[in-house]
C-alpha cells in the first residue's frame, strides 16, 4: 500500500507541475481556467491532507515540519490558499507570483529516485575539490577582470572592475552573450586565451563528479556481489522519521523502534 501511495503521489506531482506550467501559456490559462484552477484545487487538498496525514503519523511532528521535505510540502501547498486572505487587483498580481511557489513540489520527486543518494554521496565526497575549484575561478575571474578593465577602459564597455569580471565570468563559461566585447588587439588576445580556458574549466567539476560517482558505483557493485539485493521502499519511521526500510522490515535501522505499532 505504501508503495502505491508512492505511485499516486509521483504521477500527482507531475501532473501539478504541468498544470503550472499550462497556466502561464496566456492563450491556454484563457480558454481553460476554470478546469486549471478546478484542478489544482483539487491537488491542493490532496497535498494538504498528506502533509497534514504526516505530522499526525510521527511522534515528534516538528522534525518533519522543520525538516527539508517538510518546508517544502509547506511551500509547495500554502501559494492557493492565500487568494483568500488578499483582495483587489493589484495584490492579485502578487498572489499569483505566491502560487509558482507550487513549482517546489518537484524537489519533491527525489525522495523516488534510487539513484539520488548514490549520486548525492559522489557530490558530498568531492566538495571539497569543488570549492577549490570555484574559488580558483573567482581568483581568475577578477584577475583577469581587472586586466581587461586597465586595457579595455570605459569606451569598449568595461566601465568598472565589477562589470569587467561579469564579462570574463562570460566568456569562461562559454556563455557569451556580445552585450561587451573587447576592441584593442591586446585585448582580443586575452579574451581567446579565457575561451579557450573556458572549455577546459567546464570539464573540471564534471570531471571530479563522475569520478567519484564511479567509486560509489563500484563499491555498490562489490556489495551486490556479495550480498542479496535488498528491496526498500520509502517507509517513515514514525519516531525518527527515518526512510528507505526494508521491505517487510518490523524496526527501524536507525532508532530500534517498531515500524508499525499496530
Given at each position: 500500500?505504501?508503495?502505491?501511495?508512492?505511485?499516486?503521489?509521483?504521477?500527482?506531482?507531475?501532473?501539478?507541475?504541468v498544470?503550472?506550467?499550462?497556466?502561464?501559456?496566456?492563450?491556454?490559462?484563457?480558454?481553460?481556467?476554470?478546469?486549471?484552477?478546478?484542478?489544482?484545487?483539487?491537488?491542493t487538498?490532496?497535498?494538504?491532507?498528506?502533509?497534514?496525514?504526516?505530522?499526525?503519523?510521527?511522534?515528534?511532528?516538528?522534525?518533519?515540519?522543520?525538516?527539508?521535505?517538510?518546508?517544502?510540502?509547506?511551500?509547495?501547498?500554502?501559494?492557493?490558499?492565500?487568494?483568500f486572505?488578499?483582495?483587489?487587483?493589484?495584490?492579485?498580481?502578487?498572489?499569483?507570483?505566491?502560487?509558482?511557489?507550487?513549482?517546489?513540489?518537484?524537489?519533491?520527486l527525489?525522495?523516488?529516485?534510487?539513484?539520488?543518494?548514490?549520486?548525492?554521496?559522489?557530490?558530498?565526497?568531492?566538495?571539497?575539490?569543488?570549492?577549490?575549484?570555484?574559488?580558483?575561478?573567482?581568483?581568475?575571474?577578477?584577475?583577469?577582470?581587472?586586466?581587461?578593465?586597465?586595457?579595455?577602459?570605459?569606451?569598449?564597455?568595461?566601465?568598472?572592475?565589477?562589470?569587467?569580471?561579469?564579462w570574463?565570468?562570460?566568456?569562461?563559461?562559454?556563455?557569451?552573450?556580445?552585450?561587451?566585447?573587447?576592441?584593442?588587439?591586446?585585448?582580443?588576445?586575452?579574451?581567446?586565451?579565457?575561451?579557450?580556458?573556458?572549455?577546459?574549466?567546464?570539464?573540471?567539476?564534471?570531471?571530479?563528479?563522475?569520478?567519484?560517482?564511479?567509486?560509489?558505483?563500484?563499491?555498490?557493485?562489490?556489495?551486490?556481489?556479495?550480498v542479496?539485493?535488498i528491496?526498500?521502499?520509502?517507509?517513515?519511521?514514525?519516531?525518527?522519521?527515518?526512510?528507505?526500510?526494508?521491505?517487510?522490515?518490523?524496526?527501524?535501522?536507525?532508532?530500534?523502534?517498531y515500524?508499525?505499532e499496530h
Amino acid at each position: 500500500m505504501g508503495k502505491s501511495f508512492d505511485i499516486l503521489l509521483f504521477i500527482i506531482i507531475i501532473l501539478s507541475i504541468v498544470l503550472v506550467m499550462l497556466e502561464s501559456i496566456k492563450s491556454f490559462d484563457a480558454k481553460y481556467h476554470d478546469y486549471l484552477y478546478t484542478a489544482e484545487w483539487v491537488i491542493t487538498v490532496f497535498f494538504t491532507i498528506e502533509y497534514i496525514a504526516r505530522i499526525i503519523s510521527i511522534k515528534k511532528p516538528l522534525k518533519y515540519i522543520f525538516s527539508f521535505y517538510g518546508i517544502v510540502d509547506l511551500f509547495s501547498t500554502i501559494p492557493l490558499y492565500l487568494s483568500f486572505f488578499f483582495a483587489g487587483s493589484q495584490v492579485f498580481l502578487a498572489v499569483r507570483a505566491l502560487r509558482l511557489l507550487r513549482v517546489f513540489r518537484i524537489l519533491k520527486l527525489v525522495r523516488f529516485m534510487g539513484e539520488a543518494s548514490q549520486l548525492k554521496e559522489a557530490i558530498k565526497s568531492s566538495r571539497a575539490k569543488i570549492a577549490v575549484f570555484i574559488y580558483t575561478v573567482l581568483i581568475l575571474s577578477v584577475i583577469m577582470g581587472t586586466v581587461m578593465y586597465l586595457i579595455e577602459g570605459a569606451e569598449a564597455g568595461f566601465t568598472s572592475i565589477p562589470r569587467s569580471i561579469y564579462w570574463t565570468i562570460v566568456t569562461l563559461t562559454t556563455v557569451g552573450y556580445g552585450d561587451i566585447a573587447p576592441v584593442t588587439s591586446v585585448g582580443q588576445i586575452i579574451a581567446a586565451i579565457i575561451m579557450i580556458l573556458g572549455y577546459g574549466i567546464i570539464a573540471v567539476p564534471t570531471g571530479i563528479v563522475t569520478v567519484e560517482f564511479a567509486k560509489q558505483g563500484s563499491t555498490a557493485n562489490k556489495k551486490d556481489k556479495n550480498v542479496k539485493e535488498i528491496h526498500t521502499n520509502t517507509q517513515s519511521c514514525p519516531h525518527c522519521t527515518a526512510e528507505n526500510h526494508q521491505d517487510n522490515a518490523k524496526f527501524c535501522y536507525e532508532c530500534g523502534n517498531y515500524l508499525n505499532e499496530h
